[in-house]
Protein backbone atom coordinates (compact mmCIF):
# COMPACT_ATOMS: atom_id res chain seq x y z
CA UNK A 1 0.00 0.00 0.00
CA UNK A 2 3.01 2.62 -0.93
CA UNK A 3 2.79 5.14 -3.05
CA UNK A 4 3.53 3.98 -6.86
CA UNK A 5 6.90 5.80 -6.60
CA UNK A 6 8.11 4.15 -3.43
CA UNK A 7 6.48 0.76 -4.50
CA UNK A 8 8.74 1.21 -7.49
CA UNK A 9 11.68 1.95 -5.78
CA UNK A 10 11.56 -1.32 -3.52
CA UNK A 11 11.13 -3.07 -6.61
CA UNK A 12 14.20 -1.73 -7.83
CA UNK A 13 16.05 -2.20 -4.81
CA UNK A 14 15.21 -5.94 -5.39
CA UNK A 15 16.25 -6.59 -8.89
CA UNK A 16 19.51 -4.88 -8.31
CA UNK A 17 20.02 -7.36 -5.98
CA UNK A 18 18.58 -10.37 -7.44
CA UNK A 19 18.17 -10.02 -10.97
CA UNK A 20 15.27 -11.74 -12.92
CA UNK A 21 15.60 -13.94 -9.93
CA UNK A 22 13.78 -11.51 -7.36
CA UNK A 23 10.68 -10.83 -9.38
CA UNK A 24 8.65 -13.84 -7.76
CA UNK A 25 9.60 -12.03 -4.08
CA UNK A 26 8.55 -8.76 -5.06
CA UNK A 27 5.32 -9.61 -6.35
CA UNK A 28 3.89 -11.67 -3.58
CA UNK A 29 5.06 -9.01 -1.61
CA UNK A 30 3.40 -6.69 -4.07
CA UNK A 31 0.05 -8.98 -3.91
CA UNK A 32 -0.59 -7.40 -0.21
CA UNK A 33 -1.68 -4.46 -1.27
CA UNK A 34 -5.06 -3.22 -1.95
CA UNK A 35 -4.33 -1.94 -5.16
CA UNK A 36 -2.62 -4.84 -6.52
CA UNK A 37 -2.84 -5.70 -10.47
CA UNK A 38 -0.98 -8.62 -11.34
CA UNK A 39 -0.45 -6.90 -15.18
CA UNK A 40 0.88 -3.84 -13.93
CA UNK A 41 3.28 -5.42 -11.52
CA UNK A 42 4.99 -7.75 -14.54
CA UNK A 43 4.60 -4.37 -16.40
CA UNK A 44 6.74 -2.61 -13.92
CA UNK A 45 8.84 -5.42 -13.44
CA UNK A 46 10.11 -5.44 -16.71
CA UNK A 47 10.45 -1.49 -17.11
CA UNK A 48 13.44 -1.56 -13.52
CA UNK A 49 16.65 -1.85 -14.77
CA UNK A 50 19.00 -4.08 -12.72
CA UNK A 51 21.17 -0.60 -11.47
CA UNK A 52 18.00 1.51 -11.08
CA UNK A 53 18.22 4.52 -8.29
CA UNK A 54 17.50 2.25 -5.23
CA UNK A 55 19.32 -0.47 -4.04
CA UNK A 56 18.41 -3.16 -1.89
CA UNK A 57 19.43 -0.84 0.97
CA UNK A 58 16.89 1.70 0.38
CA UNK A 59 14.52 -1.84 1.29
CA UNK A 60 16.20 -2.36 4.37
CA UNK A 61 15.97 0.58 5.69
CA UNK A 62 12.12 1.09 4.94
CA UNK A 63 11.94 -2.36 6.15
CA UNK A 64 13.19 -0.64 9.73
CA UNK A 65 11.23 2.08 9.52
CA UNK A 66 8.28 0.70 9.39
CA UNK A 67 9.20 -1.45 12.66
CA UNK A 68 10.82 -4.65 10.80
CA UNK A 69 14.00 -5.97 12.98
CA UNK A 70 16.81 -8.48 11.68
CA UNK A 71 16.58 -11.14 13.88
CA UNK A 72 18.10 -13.73 11.74
CA UNK A 73 21.22 -15.11 11.34
CA UNK A 74 21.96 -14.85 7.53
CA UNK A 75 23.98 -17.46 6.06
CA UNK A 76 27.25 -16.25 4.15
CA UNK A 77 26.57 -15.38 0.28
CA UNK A 78 28.13 -17.52 -1.68
CA UNK A 79 30.67 -16.39 -3.59
CA UNK A 80 30.72 -14.02 -6.71
CA UNK A 81 31.54 -16.25 -10.11
CA UNK A 82 33.94 -14.01 -12.32
CA UNK A 83 32.46 -13.09 -15.57
CA UNK A 84 35.72 -14.04 -17.54
CA UNK A 85 34.01 -13.15 -20.75
CA UNK A 86 33.35 -9.98 -19.62
CA UNK A 87 37.39 -9.92 -17.88
CA UNK A 88 38.77 -11.06 -21.09
CA UNK A 89 37.27 -8.26 -23.01
CA UNK A 90 38.26 -5.54 -20.71
CA UNK A 91 41.68 -6.84 -20.45
CA UNK A 92 41.90 -6.76 -24.71
CA UNK A 93 40.74 -3.69 -25.11
CA UNK A 94 43.56 -2.66 -21.73
CA UNK A 95 46.20 -3.95 -24.05
CA UNK A 96 45.03 -2.61 -27.45
CA UNK A 97 44.90 0.72 -25.88
CA UNK A 98 48.20 0.17 -24.17
CA UNK A 99 49.28 -0.35 -27.41
CA UNK A 100 48.22 2.71 -29.34
CA UNK A 101 49.45 4.95 -26.64
CA UNK A 102 52.97 2.74 -27.24
CA UNK A 103 52.77 3.92 -31.26
CA UNK A 104 51.70 7.11 -30.73
CA UNK A 105 54.51 8.10 -28.23
CA UNK A 106 57.46 5.94 -30.56
CA UNK A 107 55.73 8.32 -33.57
CA UNK A 108 56.03 11.54 -31.16
CA UNK A 109 59.61 11.30 -30.23
CA UNK A 110 60.16 10.90 -34.03
CA UNK A 111 58.59 14.20 -34.21
CA UNK A 112 60.48 16.04 -31.85
CA UNK A 113 64.15 14.64 -32.62
CA UNK A 114 63.73 15.16 -36.41
CA UNK A 115 62.35 18.36 -35.95
CA UNK A 116 64.14 21.80 -36.48
CA UNK A 117 63.76 24.20 -33.51
CA UNK A 118 60.30 26.15 -33.82
CA UNK A 119 61.31 29.73 -35.71
CA UNK A 120 60.11 32.71 -33.73
CA UNK A 121 57.83 34.44 -36.19
CA UNK A 122 55.80 31.23 -36.90
CA UNK A 123 52.12 32.57 -37.75
CA UNK A 124 50.59 30.52 -34.34
CA UNK A 125 53.24 33.49 -31.73
CA UNK A 126 52.80 36.04 -33.88
CA UNK A 127 49.12 35.80 -34.09
CA UNK A 128 48.94 35.22 -30.30
CA UNK A 129 51.56 37.61 -29.24
CA UNK A 130 53.95 35.55 -27.63
CA UNK A 131 57.70 34.93 -27.64
CA UNK A 132 59.16 31.49 -28.38
CA UNK A 133 60.29 28.84 -25.74
CA UNK A 134 62.61 26.51 -25.94
CA UNK A 135 61.59 23.25 -26.16
CA UNK A 136 59.06 24.05 -29.07
CA UNK A 137 59.74 22.48 -32.48
CA UNK A 138 58.52 22.85 -35.62
CA UNK A 139 57.78 20.04 -38.77
CA UNK A 140 56.19 20.55 -41.76
CA UNK A 141 52.89 18.70 -42.78
CA UNK A 142 54.84 16.67 -45.39
CA UNK A 143 57.32 15.35 -43.06
CA UNK A 144 55.24 14.46 -40.44
CA UNK A 145 53.23 12.05 -42.93
CA UNK A 146 56.91 10.40 -43.49
CA UNK A 147 56.94 9.48 -39.54
CA UNK A 148 53.79 8.42 -39.88
CA UNK A 149 51.86 11.06 -37.94
CA UNK A 150 48.36 10.56 -38.20
CA UNK A 151 45.63 13.56 -37.26
CA UNK A 152 42.09 14.61 -36.87
CA UNK A 153 40.44 14.51 -40.58
CA UNK A 154 39.37 18.05 -40.44
CA UNK A 155 43.13 19.27 -39.20
CA UNK A 156 45.06 17.12 -41.77
CA UNK A 157 42.42 18.61 -44.29
CA UNK A 158 43.85 21.99 -43.58
CA UNK A 159 47.48 21.41 -43.52
CA UNK A 160 47.55 18.81 -45.77
CA UNK A 161 51.05 16.82 -46.78
CA UNK A 162 52.89 20.07 -48.03
CA UNK A 163 55.24 22.31 -47.01
CA UNK A 164 52.58 23.91 -44.03
CA UNK A 165 54.52 24.62 -40.99
CA UNK A 166 53.49 22.74 -37.74
CA UNK A 167 54.34 24.02 -34.49
CA UNK A 168 54.80 20.47 -32.51
CA UNK A 169 54.96 20.41 -28.79
CA UNK A 170 55.62 18.23 -26.55
CA UNK A 171 53.49 16.04 -24.36
CA UNK A 172 55.58 15.06 -21.71
CA UNK A 173 55.27 12.37 -18.72
CA UNK A 174 56.51 12.36 -14.95
CA UNK A 175 59.50 10.63 -16.52
CA UNK A 176 59.58 13.58 -18.72
CA UNK A 177 59.41 11.50 -21.66
CA UNK A 178 57.62 12.66 -25.07
CA UNK A 179 54.15 10.28 -24.77
CA UNK A 180 52.46 12.36 -27.61
CA UNK A 181 52.54 16.03 -28.94
CA UNK A 182 50.04 18.62 -30.38
CA UNK A 183 50.92 20.02 -33.67
CA UNK A 184 49.61 23.49 -34.20
CA UNK A 185 49.02 25.52 -37.63
CA UNK A 186 50.28 28.74 -38.72
CA UNK A 187 46.22 29.57 -38.74
CA UNK A 188 45.70 27.93 -35.09
CA UNK A 189 44.43 24.91 -35.44
CA UNK A 190 45.22 22.24 -33.29
CA UNK A 191 45.41 18.54 -32.93
CA UNK A 192 46.89 15.59 -31.04
CA UNK A 193 48.47 12.66 -32.36
CA UNK A 194 45.44 9.89 -33.22
CA UNK A 195 45.91 7.47 -30.62
CA UNK A 196 48.61 9.39 -28.27
CA UNK A 197 47.81 9.64 -24.84
CA UNK A 198 47.36 13.20 -23.67
CA UNK A 199 45.90 12.20 -20.01
CA UNK A 200 48.73 13.54 -17.26
CA UNK A 201 50.65 14.70 -19.62
CA UNK A 202 52.41 18.38 -19.80
CA UNK A 203 55.00 20.66 -21.38
CA UNK A 204 56.99 22.96 -18.94
CA UNK A 205 57.75 26.47 -20.09
CA UNK A 206 60.96 28.25 -17.96
CA UNK A 207 63.52 26.84 -15.67
CA UNK A 208 63.04 25.70 -11.99
CA UNK A 209 62.87 28.44 -9.71
CA UNK A 210 66.00 29.20 -7.06
CA UNK A 211 63.38 30.06 -4.92
CA UNK A 212 61.60 26.75 -3.48
CA UNK A 213 58.68 28.15 -2.06
CA UNK A 214 58.45 30.69 -5.35
CA UNK A 215 55.19 30.72 -7.50
CA UNK A 216 54.63 27.86 -9.95
CA UNK A 217 51.77 28.16 -12.74
CA UNK A 218 49.59 25.54 -14.40
CA UNK A 219 47.62 27.20 -16.89
CA UNK A 220 45.49 25.31 -20.00
CA UNK A 221 47.03 25.77 -22.86
CA UNK A 222 50.72 27.15 -24.94
CA UNK A 223 49.61 30.83 -25.43
CA UNK A 224 48.56 31.05 -22.44
CA UNK A 225 51.40 29.53 -20.68
CA UNK A 226 53.76 31.47 -22.72
CA UNK A 227 51.88 35.28 -21.44
CA UNK A 228 51.96 34.13 -18.02
CA UNK A 229 55.81 33.53 -18.11
CA UNK A 230 56.79 36.26 -19.71
CA UNK A 231 54.74 38.35 -16.87
CA UNK A 232 56.34 36.10 -14.72
CA UNK A 233 59.67 35.31 -14.92
CA UNK A 234 58.55 32.02 -12.95
CA UNK A 235 57.78 28.55 -13.81
CA UNK A 236 54.70 27.34 -15.87
CA UNK A 237 53.55 24.06 -16.99
CA UNK A 238 50.92 23.37 -19.95
CA UNK A 239 48.27 20.68 -19.12
CA UNK A 240 46.43 21.61 -22.67
CA UNK A 241 43.17 21.24 -21.00
CA UNK A 242 40.65 21.24 -18.29
CA UNK A 243 40.19 18.26 -17.77
CA UNK A 244 43.88 17.47 -17.53
CA UNK A 245 44.67 20.13 -14.97
CA UNK A 246 44.01 17.61 -11.78
CA UNK A 247 46.58 15.51 -13.15
CA UNK A 248 49.21 17.95 -13.59
CA UNK A 249 48.84 19.67 -9.92
CA UNK A 250 49.82 16.02 -8.49
CA UNK A 251 53.06 16.04 -11.13
CA UNK A 252 53.45 19.55 -10.18
CA UNK A 253 53.36 19.76 -6.22
CA UNK A 254 55.48 16.49 -6.24
CA UNK A 255 58.28 18.27 -8.30
CA UNK A 256 57.96 21.29 -6.48
CA UNK A 257 57.18 20.66 -2.68
CA UNK A 258 57.30 23.69 -0.96
CA UNK A 259 56.64 26.15 -4.57
CA UNK A 260 52.92 27.96 -3.97
CA UNK A 261 51.22 26.56 -6.77
CA UNK A 262 49.10 28.71 -8.99
CA UNK A 263 46.08 27.69 -11.25
CA UNK A 264 46.37 30.10 -14.03
CA UNK A 265 42.64 29.21 -14.86
CA UNK A 266 40.60 30.31 -18.10
CA UNK A 267 37.70 32.44 -17.26
CA UNK A 268 34.99 30.50 -18.94
CA UNK A 269 31.63 31.79 -19.44
CA UNK A 270 30.19 28.55 -18.56
CA UNK A 271 32.25 28.41 -15.62
CA UNK A 272 34.12 24.66 -16.69
CA UNK A 273 37.50 25.96 -16.29
CA UNK A 274 36.72 28.01 -13.14
CA UNK A 275 35.44 24.62 -11.37
CA UNK A 276 38.25 22.40 -12.67
CA UNK A 277 40.84 24.99 -11.45
CA UNK A 278 39.32 24.83 -8.22
CA UNK A 279 39.12 21.11 -7.79
CA UNK A 280 42.64 20.95 -9.22
CA UNK A 281 43.96 22.75 -6.57
CA UNK A 282 42.20 22.23 -3.72
CA UNK A 283 44.38 18.80 -3.03
CA UNK A 284 47.70 20.22 -3.86
CA UNK A 285 47.18 23.01 -1.52
CA UNK A 286 46.84 25.24 -4.25
CA UNK A 287 45.00 28.60 -5.61
CA UNK A 288 43.37 29.98 -8.67
CA UNK A 289 44.05 33.07 -10.43
CA UNK A 290 41.30 34.47 -12.48
CA UNK A 291 41.57 36.88 -15.19
CA UNK A 292 40.18 40.19 -14.70
CA UNK A 293 38.22 41.87 -17.52
CA UNK A 294 37.25 44.91 -16.09
CA UNK A 295 37.95 47.53 -17.89
CA UNK A 296 38.87 46.12 -21.28
CA UNK A 297 36.43 46.64 -23.66
CA UNK A 298 34.00 44.50 -25.69
CA UNK A 299 35.79 41.30 -23.33
CA UNK A 300 34.10 39.63 -20.60
CA UNK A 301 35.49 36.37 -20.48
CA UNK A 302 38.74 34.67 -21.82
CA UNK A 303 42.54 33.51 -20.02
CA UNK A 304 45.54 35.06 -19.21
CA UNK A 305 46.93 35.18 -23.34
CA UNK A 306 43.26 37.00 -24.07
CA UNK A 307 44.01 39.47 -21.21
CA UNK A 308 47.78 40.18 -22.59
CA UNK A 309 46.42 40.82 -26.09
CA UNK A 310 43.98 43.07 -24.81
CA UNK A 311 45.51 44.67 -22.04
CA UNK A 312 49.44 44.44 -22.26
CA UNK A 313 51.88 41.96 -20.56
CA UNK A 314 51.88 44.78 -17.81
CA UNK A 315 48.18 44.02 -16.54
CA UNK A 316 48.83 40.57 -16.75
CA UNK A 317 52.30 40.82 -14.62
CA UNK A 318 50.10 43.10 -11.85
CA UNK A 319 47.52 40.60 -11.50
CA UNK A 320 49.61 37.36 -10.92
CA UNK A 321 51.47 39.16 -8.38
CA UNK A 322 48.19 40.10 -6.34
CA UNK A 323 48.07 35.64 -6.47
CA UNK A 324 51.25 35.59 -5.34
CA UNK A 325 51.02 37.26 -2.60
CA UNK A 326 48.14 35.16 -0.73
CA UNK A 327 49.19 32.29 1.28
CA UNK A 328 49.05 29.16 -0.22
CA UNK A 329 47.94 27.17 3.19
CA UNK A 330 44.72 27.39 4.31
CA UNK A 331 43.99 30.01 6.99
CA UNK A 332 43.06 28.15 10.75
CA UNK A 333 39.43 29.01 11.11
CA UNK A 334 38.90 31.64 13.53
CA UNK A 335 37.08 30.73 17.18
CA UNK A 336 33.56 31.48 17.61
CA UNK A 337 32.41 33.51 19.84
CA UNK A 338 29.02 32.46 22.08
CA UNK A 339 26.38 34.35 21.21
CA UNK A 340 23.43 35.11 23.39
CA UNK A 341 20.44 32.57 23.03
CA UNK A 342 17.96 33.54 20.44
CA UNK A 343 14.29 35.05 21.00
CA UNK A 344 11.91 33.05 22.44
CA UNK A 345 9.90 32.68 18.96
CA UNK A 346 12.86 31.03 17.23
CA UNK A 347 12.94 28.66 20.01
CA UNK A 348 11.33 25.03 19.13
CA UNK A 349 7.52 25.13 19.85
CA UNK A 350 5.96 23.66 23.20
CA UNK A 351 5.04 20.68 21.91
CA UNK A 352 9.19 20.10 21.52
CA UNK A 353 10.36 21.74 24.97
CA UNK A 354 10.11 18.66 26.87
CA UNK A 355 11.57 15.52 24.65
CA UNK A 356 12.93 12.09 25.89
CA UNK A 357 16.09 12.73 24.90
CA UNK A 358 18.55 16.37 24.42
CA UNK A 359 18.75 17.77 20.84
CA UNK A 360 20.32 20.51 18.92
CA UNK A 361 18.90 23.32 16.86
CA UNK A 362 20.04 25.39 13.97
CA UNK A 363 19.41 29.08 13.89
CA UNK A 364 20.00 31.89 12.49
CA UNK A 365 21.87 33.01 15.39
CA UNK A 366 23.76 29.65 15.62
CA UNK A 367 24.37 26.17 16.08
CA UNK A 368 22.80 25.17 19.38
CA UNK A 369 22.67 22.13 22.15
CA UNK A 370 19.52 22.80 24.24
CA UNK A 371 19.45 20.06 27.07
CA UNK A 372 17.03 18.52 29.40
CA UNK A 373 16.88 21.41 31.60
CA UNK A 374 15.76 23.51 28.22
CA UNK A 375 19.28 25.62 28.53
CA UNK A 376 20.70 26.60 25.19
CA UNK A 377 24.03 25.87 25.30
CA UNK A 378 26.17 28.00 21.84
CA UNK A 379 28.30 25.42 19.82
CA UNK A 380 28.80 27.29 16.58
CA UNK A 381 28.24 29.50 13.36
CA UNK A 382 25.26 27.91 11.65
CA UNK A 383 25.57 24.34 10.46
CA UNK A 384 23.30 23.58 7.28
CA UNK A 385 23.54 20.00 5.49
CA UNK A 386 23.89 20.35 1.95
CA UNK A 387 24.17 16.85 0.86
CA UNK A 388 23.59 13.53 2.08
Same mark, same amino acid.
Not at 148 to 157: M, N
Not at 227 to 255: C, M, Q
Not at 306 to 330: F, M, N
Given at each position: ??? %? $????? *? +?? #????? =????????? !?????????????????????????????????????????????????????????????????????????????????????????????????????????????????????????????? %? $????? *? +?? #????? =????????? !??????????????????????????????????????????????????????????????????????????????????????????????????????????????????????????????????????? #??????????????????????????????????????????????????????????????????????????????
Amino acid at each position: DLP %R $EEWAR *V +GM #GIKSE =LGADGFDLF !DTWSQDGASYDPKESRNAWKSFKDSGKSGIGTVFLWAKQNGWQDTATAAAPPPRVPDIARAAKAATAAAEQAERHHRAAQVAAALVKDGQPCPADHGYLTTKGVKLCPGLRAITAQQARRHYAIWG %R $EFQKE *V +GT #GAAVL =LIVPVMNAA !DEVQTVEAISAAGKKAYLLGGQKSGGFFPIGEKSEDPAGPVYIVEGLATGLSVHEATGAPVYVAFDAGNLKAVAGVVRDRHPAAAVIIAADLDKSGTGQKKATDAAAPVGGRVALPDFAGIEGREHGDWNDLHQA #GGLEIVSTQLAKAQTIDASPEPAPEETPQEPPPADTKPKPEQDKPSVSRYVVTATGTWHVNHDDEWVFICAPLRVVAR
